[in-house]
């Protein structure tokens, strides 16, 4: 907890009031934002990346409970492989982006164009349909190229109930002592 505490203040709440951290669950937590301008960078995400970890992130309401993550969508990075150079400018990225999902930024290294051989952009993703590893990009001349898409980070999914956030011992699905309890 106290970890997780240090972590998220020194991250997001360096130039603001601190960010208070309350456990309610096991791995679940509910933060307390009260920099307006943080807390609207911190939902502009839905996922988060911290020290390699997955930290999901929505506005609180009366509704919520942490049994029932409502987690359908992420924003992931993604690399595009392959790619001719013509492609490599920040529309043409965009536009190949949208067959997995709705882009958001192109990173900084690819924006400043210092490697040729891989494309990473930041793109919203819909959890609940599957993700190519293949775009086919065509020319007008005809010409046809394959772009490699790998992720760079997927959140975890419960084989069990098919949701996301938590692991596979945590699913009320799940038979206390059987061989799923013991996957993850």
């Known amino acids: 907890m106290g970890r997780i505490i240090g972590v998220v203040n020194a991250l997001w709440a360096r130039a ?5 951290v309350h456990n309610v669950g096991e791995g679940e937590f509910l933060m307390r934002i ?3 301008k943080t807390r609207e960078i911190l939902l502009g995400h839905t996922c988060w990346n911290v020290a390699g970890f997955p930290v999901f992130i929505a506005p609180w309401s009366p509704e919520f409970t942490p049994e029932e993550a ?4 992420a924003v992931i990075p993604i690399e595009l492989r392959e790619l001719p150079c013509l492609l490599f400018n920040k529309q043409s990225l965009s536009r190949l982006a949208t067959a997995v999902g ?3 930024y192109v990173a900084p ?3 400043r164009k210092l490697n040729f051989k891989v494309a990473k952009l ?4 819909d959890l609940t349909k ?6 086919i990009s065509g020319f007008s001349n005809g010409k046809e190229n394959e772009i490699s898409v790998s992720y760079l980070w997927l959140p975890l999914k419960c084989d069990l ?3 996301y956030v938590y692991l596979q011992t945590k699913c009320r699905f799940a038979k206390p002592g059987s061989d799923s309890t013991r996957k993850r």
């Open 161 to 163: 109930c098919k949701k």
């Open 16 to 20: 603001g009031p601190r960010i208070f």
């Open 34 to 36: 009260s920099n307006l």
């Open 102 to 104: 709705k882009p958001i």
């Open 70 to 73: 409502p987690i359908t969508s």
């Open 130 to 135: 599957p993700l190519p590893n293949k775009i």
């Open 109 to 111: 290294k690819t924006k």
């Open 122 to 125: 930041y793109v919203k993703v």
